[in-house]
């Protein structure tokens, strides 16, 4: 019969009751919980590194499925902005004989608009410019008009009546559908001034 020790004075009696041998016995109770790490150190550093890695992959997973992602956004738009620049493309190719059309007959209007516009009939034109005739002693010697120019050749008594001349047509709403101009007049051997002036449609 094992008996423990801390029983030592009941050794007898319970001798007695069970008429048999008793042995005192100690009993260890286990040790007190001690939060130790018996880990050594480089296990430590190797587990520690081996969490931050895996962390750091967590990361580099994100950051490639938003890299994906972006990359992913970007070839679809390519791929919209090719399909609408094709779809562009073929709506010109098929609304070009209209677009010629158009700029043929453009380009027809503007070629008789001369002859159908009373601004650009000669007559209209020298009319106006015999108005704008500063006084008797300016006088026009030559005229001449087609579709893109009008030049009129003259002679002045003076250089300063030939200047007044083209301010005057400058000025005359009636010749605003022309932009005149005169280079420096030539003096005659007289003292008169030869004069060209030179207008181009607006």
């Not at 992959?57 to 738009?77: E, I, P, Q, T, V």
């Not at 022309?178 to 030539?186: C, L, W």
Request: aromatic fraction near 10%; charge should be neutral; glycine fraction near 4%.
């Amino acid at each position: 019969m094992l008996l423990d020790e801390t029983c030592y004075e009941l050794r007898d009696t319970v001798q007695g009751i069970l008429a048999s041998s008793t042995e005192i016995v100690g009993i260890e109770l286990p040790p007190a919980p001690v939060k130790l790490n018996l880990l050594p150190e480089s296990w430590r550093r190797r587990r520690l590194q081996l969490v931050r890695q895996a962390e750091w992959r967590k990361r580099l997973l994100w950051a490639g499925g938003a890299y994906g992602a972006l990359l992913f956004l970007l070839l679809l738009y390519l791929g919209v902005m090719r399909f609408q620049i094709g779809w562009f493309d073929r709506s010109i190719k098929r609304d070009a004989p209209g677009t010629e059309f158009v700029r043929a007959t453009e380009a027809k209007w503007k070629a008789l608009a001369p002859a159908i516009d009373a601004h650009y009939y000669p007559v209209e034109i020298l009319e106006d410019l015999f108005e704008s005739l500063p006084s008797a002693d300016v006088r026009i010697t030559a005229y001449n008009q087609s579709a893109r120019q009008i030049s009129v050749d003259g002679e002045a008594n003076t250089a300063a009546l030939a200047y007044e001349l083209i301010d005057k047509i400058k000025k005359n709403p009636e010749l605003r559908a022309f932009q005149f101009d005169m280079a420096a007049p030539r003096i005659l051997a007289n003292n008169h001034a030869q004069f060209r002036v030179e207008g181009k449609p607006r």
